[in-house]
């Protein structure tokens, strides 16, 4: 059944008419017909299950609606420094299908990128989080440097771990909380003093293994680590 984000309350809406990109989408692209059923979420953890009264109107009625128990038991806030266009994106969409529930794009000392393209950005997330079967779409916090997203992250008080290819314990042998950020820095690393910061900071460092991963790639296994 497809699955379509609506960026409004659902509850109590019996009947409803689709917005029109996706009123396109129903019909153009995935052409389903009459009668047809189509799952929608807005983001309060139930998938509201409507049936296609008219196809080329968007026209939908309620049949019911159901809890999403599909969420992780653990929040995972990933802060990760900006990267290229493409590997960005990936990690926006990989990281939404697994479970991440926040992003925090991040500025380091090495970040060739300084900025991303935040309507494409959310889209993909979006689309990540209808296939993957999300109760929620997760958020895209605005870019801030790396010592600012140091605070932030205390500030919400969660426990904040970075990934560093030369720490002594492996993620997978940390305690877990409810709620954890992961730091992950950019396609050259994090510098001598972004580490020792951190450390200064309270962040623990974490290796992700023997081997040496690519930053989407760290983002990714980090991420899946702390979720299960």
């Given at each position: 059944?497809?699955?379509?984000?609506?960026?409004?309350?659902?509850?109590?809406?019996?009947?409803?008419?689709?917005?029109?990109?996706?009123?396109?989408?129903?019909?153009?692209?995935?052409?389903?017909?009459?009668?047809?059923?189509?799952?929608?979420?807005?983001?309060?953890?139930?998938?509201f299950i409507y049936e296609i009264e008219t196809?080329?109107?968007?026209?939908?009625?309620?049949?019911?609606?159901?809890?999403?128990?599909?969420?992780?038991?653990?929040?995972?806030?990933?802060?990760?420094?900006?990267?290229?266009?493409?590997?960005?994106?990936?990690?926006?969409?990989?990281?939404?299908?697994?479970?991440?529930?926040?992003?925090?794009?991040?500025?380091?000392?090495?970040?060739?990128?300084?900025?991303?393209?935040?309507?494409?950005?959310?889209?993909?997330?979006?689309?990540?989080?209808?296939?993957?079967?999300?109760?929620?779409?997760?958020?895209?916090?605005?870019?801030?440097?790396?010592?600012?997203?140091?605070?932030?992250?205390?500030?919400?008080?969660?426990?904040?771990?970075f990934a560093d290819i030369g720490a002594e314990?492996?993620?997978?042998?940390?305690?877990?909380?409810?709620?954890?950020?992961?730091?992950?820095?950019?396609?050259?690393?994090?510098?001598?003093?972004?580490?020792?910061?951190?450390?200064?900071?309270?962040?623990?460092a974490v290796s992700l293994g023997k081997l040496?991963?690519?930053?989407?790639?760290?983002?990714?296994?980090?991420?899946?680590?702390?979720?299960?």
């Amino acid at each position: 059944m497809q699955r379509f984000f609506i960026q409004k309350n659902l509850e109590g809406h019996e009947t409803l008419m689709l917005p029109d990109d996706i009123r396109r989408q129903v019909k153009m692209v995935l052409r389903l017909k009459a009668g047809e059923r189509v799952a929608l979420f807005d983001g309060s953890g139930f998938d509201f299950i409507y049936e296609i009264e008219t196809a080329s109107s968007g026209a939908l009625r309620l049949l019911e609606k159901v809890i999403n128990r599909r969420e992780p038991k653990i929040k995972i806030l990933l802060y990760q420094s900006l990267l290229k266009k493409d590997n960005f994106e990936w990690v926006l969409e990989k990281c939404t299908e697994i479970g991440v529930t926040e992003f925090h794009p991040i500025l380091s000392a090495r970040s060739i990128k300084k900025d991303f393209k935040r309507e494409r950005a959310e889209s993909v997330v979006r689309e990540a989080a209808e296939q993957a079967g999300r109760a929620i779409v997760p958020r895209i916090e605005k870019i801030v440097p790396f010592r600012v997203a140091l605070e932030n992250a205390r500030s919400s008080r969660v426990a904040a771990v970075f990934a560093d290819i030369g720490a002594e314990v492996h993620v997978s042998g940390i305690l877990k909380y409810q709620s954890m950020a992961l730091f992950v820095g950019p396609e050259g690393g994090w510098t001598p003093e972004e580490a020792a910061y951190a450390k200064n900071f309270g962040l623990r460092a974490v290796s992700l293994g023997k081997l040496t991963l690519r930053a989407e790639t760290a983002a990714l296994v980090g991420s899946a680590f702390l979720l299960s």
